[in-house]
């Protein structure tokens, strides 16, 4: 008979109280920002959030859009079950919209196509999939927290960083450059430890440095997971937020010869690209019939509305708006924002990695820091964050160089002024 003292005490299995013991640093603050938002009239004191990532760039576009009458038509198939790993339709649509916009070397097939409920759900399955617990995927780092808390919550697969940092060492030409040298020396050191190492997890544009992979890079990397035997799982949800009008983003699916189709997975969704972080839209594409069958018999407890896969079937169709009208206007909103936002840090001394593309600066807060430590680090964090605003540090996201931090900018004008005057009261005044 189980004694159960207080609160603390639990019933649940050991795998209930890993998951119920299990914290997201991002996932906490995430919430007490959500909790509290500044609204100029209604709670001014409320928190400036710009550590979520959303681009709330798009909301007047996008609601004009999603009002129209095409968006709400109703057949009677809607009320009933359906394929929970995504309609016939609706993954016509996808394969079709992600052959044009990605510039895939041959046509994606809709069997290919699988859809769940965000990618963090999308690489938590896949990543279930080609790993037992206790193996490991290598990862890039600074990457997205999520990253490691999505592969390890329930399916216990683990993340060994790459560690990229801001020194330009060893030919390197920009700061936190990933190369072919990068990865086989943590494969070498993660197999060295004795650890199983089966894939890579690429994040591309990444977030938080809003770098972008040369078609180079990837097909490096990919030779050598063949030559390893090792999965690859590109996450490219920022694929088509790249505002600098001199990058060109390369998919994966868009190389010639795949070395290894059956091991390379792409993951894409709909919360960043069309800012519907509330629709919770993920696709995976991938050619492995095993993976698509475990998809297949997961997706029950996983799936996206009927309803909701339909309104974007919809809006993915609809080439007029996206090019006349979507993507031209996001770009540009993007483009505006980063340059806004970065100017103002800058102009504070702060110096801010040169981004492509996804929805950050990333910055360099050290010269505010009496020490280059992940404490100070934090207890900067702890004043803005006290202050009303809301960043991420750098080594939440795994950055082995302290000082650094995330900074939203695809976010309204005003928002971000009042964010960044909170800023910079804490980092001139002190307050």
Not at 43 to 50: D, R, W, Y
Not at 61 to 75: A, V
Not at 190 to 209: D, E, R
Not at 398 to 405: I, K, Q, R
Request: aromatic share 12%; net charge negative; hydrophobic share 40%.
């Amino acid at each position: 008979m189980s004694h159960v003292t207080g609160d603390m005490a639990s019933d649940l299995s050991k795998r209930g109280t890993f998951i119920a013991d299990s914290h997201s640093f991002l996932m906490k603050y995430g919430a007490q920002a959500i909790h509290n938002p500044y609204d100029e009239k209604n709670n001014p004191k409320g928190i400036v959030s710009m550590g979520m990532a959303e681009n709330k760039l798009m909301e007047d576009i996008l609601f004009e859009r999603l009002s129209q009458p095409d968006m709400h038509g109703m057949s009677r198939d809607m009320l009933y079950y359906f394929k929970f790993s995504g309609t016939r339709d609706f993954r016509v649509s996808l394969a079709n919209f992600i052959t044009e916009r990605f510039g895939t070397t041959r046509s994606v097939e809709p069997d290919n196509v699988m859809v769940v409920n965000g990618c963090g759900s999308a690489l938590e399955q896949v990543a279930s999939a080609v790993a037992d617990p206790g193996e490991y995927l290598l990862c890039p780092s600074p990457y997205y927290s999520m990253v490691k808390f999505d592969c390890n919550i329930r399916g216990q697969v683990d993340c060994f960083d790459i560690p990229l940092t801001s020194q330009q060492e060893n030919g390197k030409v920009r700061p936190f450059q990933l190369t072919l040298e990068d990865v086989e020396k943590a494969y070498q050191d993660a197999t060295g430890q004795g650890l199983v190492v089966k894939g890579i997890f690429l994040l591309n544009p990444s977030n938080p440095t809003g770098d972008v992979y040369s078609p180079e890079l990837l097909m490096d990397i990919l030779l050598f997971a063949k030559r390893h035997q090792l999965h690859v799982i590109a996450d490219e949800i920022y694929a088509l937020s790249v505002f600098d009008s001199e990058t060109q983003f390369c998919s994966v699916l868009a190389l010639p010869n795949l070395p290894d189709p059956d091991k390379t997975h792409v993951l894409w969704g709909f919360s960043k690209d069309f800012a519907l972080s509330g629709f919770r839209c993920g696709t995976i594409i991938s050619s492995n019939k095993k993976l698509k069958t475990f998809i297949d018999n997961i997706a029950y407890y996983q799936c996206t509305p009927v309803l909701l896969q339909n309104m974007m079937r919809i809006m993915i169709s609809d080439k007029k708006w996206l090019d006349s009208t979507y993507f031209p206007m996001n770009r540009q909103r993007m483009r505006e924002m980063f340059t806004f936002v970065t100017n103002e840090l800058e102009d504070l001394g702060i110096k801010c990695h040169p981004s492509k593309a996804a929805f950050f600066v990333w910055a360099n807060f050290s010269p505010f820091m009496s020490e280059k430590t992940r404490e100070e680090e934090m207890q900067l964090f702890q004043k803005l964050f006290a202050a009303g605003v809301y960043i991420i540090p750098g080594t939440e996201l795994f950055c082995v160089d302290p000082g650094w931090f995330r900074v939203l900018f695809s976010l309204q004008k005003p928002y971000l002024q009042e964010g960044l005057k909170r800023l910079r009261s804490v980092l001139v005044r002190g307050i």
